[in-house]
Structures are given as C-alpha cells and as structure tokens.
C-alpha cells in the first residue's frame, strides 16, 4: 500500500502509526500541502478532495480520509472491536475528534507552527480555537477520568485518532497542565507495542 503523506500532519501520522501497530507496510509518498502538491491533476485524481492523507490500496483504488483508512486497516486486528456497541463507540469518538477536536486543536497547531507567518495572520482566531479545543479537552479528561481508553476500555483506533493531534497540541498553543487524565491516557498510548514517533 502507498501513503500519500506529509510528514507533520497528524491526519498522515494516525495511518502510519495504525499501520505499524497491525504491521502494514506502506510505502510513503511525500506531498507538500505548502507547494500545492496536493492540487494537482495527477493528484486529485486520486483523491478529488485534494488534501492529504490518501491511502492507496494494493489494487490502486484509494482511501481518502484519515480516520476511514484506519477502520479499513484495522478491520480484523485488536485495534478494532468486534463488538457492535465498542464498534460505534469507536465510530463515536473518531466523528467526535474530527468534528470537535481537529478542527480546532489541529488547525492552531497548522497556523501556529506550520504555516510560515501563520500565526500572525490568523492571531484574531486563536482565541476562539483555543476556547474550542480546550472544551474538547475537557469531554477527553472527565472521559479518562473514569476510563483507561475511549472504546470499551481497550486501546484502540478512537485512541489513535485523539492521540495523533492531542500529543502535540502544545504546538498549538494549548497547555495539558489542567488535564492530568489526557496526560497520562498521552504516556500509555506512546508505551503501547509498535507505537512510532510522529517524525
């Protein structure tokens, strides 16, 4: 399978990391979002989106969305329940993470740290995407608060699609210091077997 990826997206680093923990191989493919890679024409045919991660598969279709291509790759391992209830609590917590989570604690790390001249062009936003992210944190703590993982108490993909962006979400501006359960839920996804490092 080939990954078309970018090296410093969280979206691109769940895949891979789902891959290395079920022991997927994937060829990494390099696009840079900053050039327009992502927008070209060989490119959009294989995810008309234009954005990355997309997974291709071994027959040449592709997989975009990061989140999907994890439930594809996981089908089957312990990364995803056979349960039908764990199942969409997983479903449950990765449509959250993407609603909820990404959209704010991702996109302030893009334009913070990323985006060259991003935080001083989008600096009347971040109040806002830090207010968001840090009541997404806050659904995460009283969760872990009572919970070791997010689906049916074992570790999963729901795990990996928070984990990705709540690791690194100092690079957003966020500070964890009032989360203790999200920093220690952080430390036992990094000890899990086959966990790789984002770069």
């Known amino acids: 399978m080939r ?63 990061s989140n999907a291509a994890m439930f594809y790759l996981a089908e089957g391992t312990p990364l995803l329940s056979d349960d039908r209830l ?14 909820s989570h990404e959209p704010y604690i991702a996109v302030a790390r893009f334009w913070k740290s990323i985006q060259p001249g991003g935080e001083e062009e989008k600096k009347h936003m971040f109040p806002e995407w830090h207010d968001r992210g840090y009541q997404a944190l806050s659904v995460m703590e009283r969760h872990l608060s009572e919970n070791e993982f997010f689906a049916g108490n074992a570790y999963s993909i729901a ?15 966020f500070s964890l ?20 490092p984002m770069m």
Request: some cysteine; aromatic content about 10%.
């Open 3 to 65: 990954l078309y990826n970018m090296a410093d997206s969280g979206n691109c680093y769940k895949i891979r990391l789902c891959a290395a923990q079920v022991g997927q191989e994937l060829e990494l493919m390099p696009v840079d979002i900053l050039k327009g890679e992502s927008r070209t024409e060989e490119f959009l045919k294989k995810n008309p989106n234009g954005r990355v991660p997309t997974l291709e598969l071994d027959d040449g279709k592709c997989l975009p969305e």
């Open 86 to 99: 764990i199942r969409a609590q997983t479903l449950q917590w990765m449509f959250f993470e993407q609603y």
């Open 159 to 173: 795990d990996i699609a928070l984990y990705a962006y709540t690791h690194v979400a100092h690079e957003g501006g």
């Open 177 to 196: 210091d009032a989360y203790p359960h999200v920093r220690t839920w952080i430390d036992k996804v990094s000890s899990q077997s086959g966990h790789i």
